[in-house]
């Protein structure tokens, strides 16, 4: 490219724009996708000639497209893929056969490079709640752990086979792990789905999808707890869609994964008197424990969407965790007009960051941003 | 949509009052029934009345039938009901949302902010900015989606308006910096100096006049590499074509407006060597303030 003297980029600078109305994010976005017609094209090129500020806009914006992950899909290929989980049943299980790298990392400890896994899967994309299954794994697994893979389309699987763009999986262990060798099998289940951190480089393994498996009941309470459940049966109208409210005197439990359950239950107060209480299982219902969120807290509801768990109940007192319960904040619902009024007694958890509560007073009140922001209905 | 809420700046029924079907252009049925509005509940009417909004917004009073049919055709149809629907409120509609384009927001927002926790926070305001977490003085729901038309994908779209985000958010953060605090991160603000241009003018003329010869998009070109300082692979991607593109036509647009300045150089009373040597004098040896001189115009 020729050399240009300094002088030049000062007068370039010194342009000012033609209009001073920049185009909106409308214009600008079919600009960079070449949808404009030439007249409008021009307009927008001749407002970009002059203008930094919109040209910093479409080379983030650009940049940003760039980054979206190769899919290695073609539309072709993506249309397979629409046929292909339609009728994926009828496909042997053991045909796609592959082997893939992976890396798995345990929540709070360093990363731990995993060289090779064989899967016995199909493609697709994972899904909260798919049950995905790995052997061979080199390092060990820990039962009840929670375990990170990250993962990247598979160039390594026969066509016509396609992928799924790069996503970092949170997933929990089901069932016992093998020793390192010889190679068996564990199964992992999804359970959150997070954008890929950008140095990831691991396949993608298609899991099988799980049959829905219906909430466990709870083991057999006793004579105090039975009584409990009945007071707050005529009460707890209103639960999580995923769950009713019990016919007979056992609260069917959220299934937020296979690991960990979730309940109301009535418990006494220090003053004898029966109060509900969020009850959390980490072993399919086989014992249950109380969550210590607060002693003056009526609760009502509980639902969960992955790790999130939200409870909620008298005085509209609402709890979130993102972690299982390990760590809990109190969530006020409000708007810039008022707050709740009411007690909390059904929670809706649609996906990540979305959760609808509904009040004893019929109030409708939605968040999209794990709590932060509220919008009644 | 059933839900008739007016959108906020953005009247749900935009259409004529009084006219049937049969009145509209008969494209507008095609178009309806390719926009799969009916599973979220949009009319007919409703879709026209959005349609007719879009033309006016983009189209002069003059434009003709043709040119409101063509712009109407090239809309994105199906992504624009969706958004539509979202802002008004209609949950399937929502959900329909959150499933093709909620990872996308978050990729787009890593890309753009290259840290996770800022590009959750990104991509987690632009969603209640989405949803409509806002409400105006009449009581409807302002919704960004509402302001979408269909010119580009929704994809794009999202894409553009978090990048605005975080500009707008990284504005803010520079002008809450305070003097201390740049003192402390170790800004050095120098004294100003005297002034002393000793640029020839006549070389100034001359790039003013070769660089009022060049085309909008030579102009693009240049200023995104000489000013911006953007790689051929980012011009490249704003322009949508390849990087070898952007490359031969640098070369060539360089090349040329070098012997254009050389030619007004000339023009203007020097010889060609003085002219050659001219194009090669770097500005800083002439104690001239740039900056200054940028500030100055910009101002």
């Known amino acids: 490219m020729a050399e240009m003297p300094d002088i030049f980029r000062s007068r370039l600078a010194a342009k000012k724009p033609a209009s001073s109305e920049h185009p909106d994010a409308n214009l600008l976005a079919a600009f960079a996708e070449r949808t404009l017609v030439e007249r409008e094209r021009a307009g927008v090129v001749a407002h970009l000639a002059e203008c930094t500020d919109c040209r910093g806009l479409v080379a983030l914006a650009s940049g940003a497209a760039d980054a979206e992950p190769e899919v290695g899909a073609h539309i072709a290929r993506r249309r397979f893929r629409n046929w292909f989980r339609e009728y994926r049943w009828m496909a042997s299980p053991a045909t796609a056969c592959c082997v893939v790298a992976a890396v798995l990392v345990h929540y709070g400890e360093p990363p731990v490079q995993v060289r090779s896994v064989s899967v016995s899967s199909k493609m697709a994309e994972p899904r909260i709640g798919d049950s995905l299954k790995i052997t061979a794994t080199p ?35 089901l069932t016992q792990p093998p020793p390192a060798q010889p190679p068996g099998e564990t199964e992992l289940r999804v359970s ?13 393994v298609e899991p099988e999808r799980a049959a829905v498996q219906p909430p466990q009941p709870p083991p057999a309470r006793t004579a105090k707890q039975f009584a409990g459940q009945a007071a707050l049966a005529g009460r707890a109208s209103g639960f999580a869609s995923r769950f009713q409210a019990p016919a007979a005197t056992s609260l069917k439990p959220a299934a937020a994964n296979a690991r960990l359950l979730w309940s109301i239950n009535a418990s006494p107060d220090t003053a004898g008197k029966l109060r509900g209480v969020v009850e959390r299982s980490r072993d399919a219902g086989q014992s249950w424990e109380t969550v210590p969120l607060s002693e003056r807290v009526n609760f009502r509801a509980v639902a969960t969407f992955g790790p999130d768990v939200w409870a909620g109940g008298s005085a509209a007192v609402l709890f979130h965790s993102a972690d299982g319960g390990s760590q809990w904040a109190e969530i006020k619902v409000a708007d810039e007009n008022g707050s709740v009024s009411g007690d909390i007694v059904k929670i809706e958890v649609r996906g990540p960051n979305h959760v609808t509560v509904t009040t004893s007073s019929g109030e409708v009140w939605i968040s999209v941003d794990d709590g932060k922001n509220w919008v009644r209905e | 949509m059933a839900n008739s809420e007016t959108i906020a700046g953005i009247p749900a029924h935009g259409a004529q009052p009084g006219l049937t079907v049969s009145e509209y252009p008969p494209y507008f049925a095609k178009l309806y029934a390719r926009s799969g509005g009916e599973k979220f509940g949009l009319t007919f009417e409703e879709l026209a009345g959005i349609l007719q909004e879009i033309s006016g917004q983009y189209l002069g009073p003059g434009a003709s039938a043709n040119e409101a049919a063509e712009l109407h055709l090239s809309l994105r149809l199906e992504e624009l009901v ?25 990729t787009a927002a890593a890309a753009i902010a290259k840290e996770d926790s800022a590009a959750r926070e990104l991509a987690d305001g632009l969603y209640g900015d989405l949803f409509g977490t806002r409400r105006a003085d009449g009581g409807a729901r302002v919704s960004k989606l509402a302001s979408y038309t269909g010119r580009g994908s929704l994809e794009g779209w999202l894409r553009m308006v978090l990048a605005q985000e975080w500009v707008n958010r990284q504005r803010g953060r520079r002008r809450l910096v305070s003097f201390e605090e740049r003192c402390e991160a170790g800004a050095q603000f120098e004294a100003k100096q005297d002034v002393a241009t000793s640029v020839d003018a006549r070389l100034e003329q001359a790039v003013d006049e070769a660089l009022s010869e060049t085309s909008d998009e030579e102009r693009l070109l240049v200023a995104s590499w000489y000013l911006d300082g953007r790689t051929l692979a980012e011009i490249a991607r704003m322009l949508g074509v390849h990087e070898s593109t952007v490359s031969r036509r640098m070369n060539k647009i360089t090349a040329s407006l070098r012997k254009r300045i050389l030619r007004g150089l000339q023009k203007r009373g020097m010889n060609a060597r003085a002219a050659e040597e001219a194009m090669e004098v770097d500005v800083r040896d002439l104690l001239v303030d740039v900056r200054g001189r940028l500030q100055g115009k910009r101002a």
């Open chain 1, 139 to 173: 390092v060990p697994l820990t039962l009840g752990h929670k375990t990170k893979v990250q993962t990247v389309p598979s160039n390594k699987t026969p066509a016509p086979v396609v992928f799924a763009a790069k996503k970092d999986v949170a997933l929990d262990i």
């Open chain 1, 192 to 204: 959150r789905l997070e954008p890929l951190q950008a140095d990831a480089n691991v396949s993608l």
């Open chain 2, 82 to 106: 969706l958004a539509r629907a979202c802002a008004s409120g209609n949950e399937a509609a929502w959900e329909c949302f959150l499933g093709r384009y909620r990872s996308k927001l978050f």
